[in-house]
């Protein structure tokens, strides 16, 4: 076996040499990001949502007073469709 035939290996592939790599041109520096007119209004649809309560306290109040004065009736047939338009 001959250890000396590596160099020649090396010499055949140019595994030693190496090469200058040309600079990055000046439109390569900067990033830039696009929001599309989409993503705008889901931004502010989504801020609207979050600045809403999650409990409309006026309806709340209300139905609570009907509760309190007896007032507050609920149908089975109502419950029905209201459970049922919930489903689907």
Do not use: F, H
């Not at 041109?25 to 830039?32: F, V």
């Not at 306290?57 to 047939?77: E, F, H």
């Amino acid at each position: 076996m001959r250890i000396d035939a590596i160099n020649r290996v090396s010499q055949l592939y140019q595994a030693n040499s190496t090469k200058r790599v040309a600079k990055a041109t000046d439109a390569a520096k900067y990033d830039s990001v696009q929001i599309s007119q989409m993503g705008k209004d889901y931004q502010v649809a989504k801020a609207a949502v979050a600045a809403t309560p999650e409990v409309r306290a006026d309806l709340v109040a209300d139905i609570k007073s009907r509760i309190q004065n007896g007032t507050y009736d609920v149908t089975m047939d109502m419950l029905a469709d209201k459970l049922l338009a919930e489903e689907i």
